[in-house]
């Protein structure tokens, strides 16, 4: 006999909230409501899930829900919970409060463990992106860890959702939380920051084909051997063998060129530089002498040109005939 799953509330409806309780519905799991700060977009959720309630106030939230999941976003965590824990004779003793936030810790949730809540994050390490005309059904859960820490109780209880959801648990120690989100931001929005500068420089250059296909099989490369061999032994290019020359061409060309990757050459090329130091694939002087040109890109300060202002239209005079 299949054992029965367990209930969850969720507040906060976006992309996160959202995947995670289509997901678990699809799983077996009761969602019992569905809150969120847009009425339309709990009402939508609701009917995904099937759940027979949707609201816009986190105090209407189904307190007898075995879980209530807040995916809400970090700088509104705090006062959702501090809503919810103000309500008069609040009793969550046979509740698991989790949230989904990668850079706080369980500590978070305290309020709510006054109530008798079990608390523990349950970070989902993946990206939630907007959805676009050929953007796929939805984030993919299977394989991915969840950041975790908590009371024992609750991350057991985390950790079975992990499970059903096809993904893993990954301990995080809270004084180190920030820490661990800072990397989920370089493993996602900065490695597409990069990604985009790849593409601009491709147009800038007026190379003909995908940009994807053209950088791709280098990409592919560079990341196995990182994987491999680590990021120092998987350093090339001219950074990485002192080649000051080469790498002033560059910054000539981009602030020419495309003066708006000017500042993350150079951040960038200031980390392969420290890594190729590091790793002794750069002498003292060779550094010194890179640090040098960089510096001097970042006092010239290349940005765009400003756009030409158009003329502005000043009203005819009357003139007496």
Not at 183 to 200: K, M
Request: aromatic share 4%.
């Amino acid at each position: 006999m299949k054992r029965k799953q367990p209930s969850l509330s969720l507040v906060g409806a976006g992309r996160v909230g959202s995947a995670l309780a289509v997901a678990l519905h699809k799983q077996g799991y009761r969602v019992l409501s569905v809150i969120s700060r847009s009425g339309p977009a709990a009402v939508a959720l609701a009917r995904k899930t099937s759940s027979p309630r949707a609201s816009t106030q986190v105090v209407d939230v189904d307190r007898s829900a075995d879980i209530i999941l807040f995916a809400v976003g970090d700088s509104d965590l705090a006062g959702a919970v501090r809503t919810l824990s103000s309500l008069r004779g609040l009793k969550l003793k046979t509740s698991v409060v989790l949230h989904t936030s990668g850079v706080h810790d369980a500590g978070i949730l305290a309020p709510l463990r006054k109530a008798g809540a079990r608390v523990a994050s349950f970070h989902p390490l993946q990206t939630f992106p907007a959805r676009t005309g050929s953007a796929r059904t939805g984030p993919v859960l299977r394989g991915i860890p969840f950041g975790v820490d908590g009371d024992e109780a609750a991350v057991t209880t985390a950790g079975k959702i992990a499970g059903d959801l096809g993904g893993r648990v990954l301990m995080i120690d809270p004084q180190f939380r920030p820490l661990y989100h800072a990397a989920c931001v370089f493993a996602s929005s900065y490695l597409a920051a990069v990604l985009n500068a790849i593409s601009g420089l491709s147009g800038s250059a007026r190379l003909t084909g995908p940009w994807t296909e053209i950088f791709g099989p280098l990409m592919t490369a560079s990341m196995e051997n990182l994987v491999r061999t680590g990021a120092g032994n998987a350093l090339t290019g001219p950074v990485a063998r002192g080649d000051v020359a080469t790498v002033g061409l560059h910054l000539d060309a981009l602030e020419k060129y495309a003066p708006d990757f000017v500042p993350l050459y150079t951040v960038c090329g200031l980390e392969v530089a420290r890594l190729a130091l590091s790793g002794n694939r750069l002498s003292r002087e060779d550094f010194d002498g890179m640090l040098r040109v960089f510096r001097g890109a970042v006092r010239t300060g290349a940005t765009p040109p400003a756009k030409k202002r158009p003329p502005v239209k000043r009203p005819a005079k009357n003139r007496r005939r």
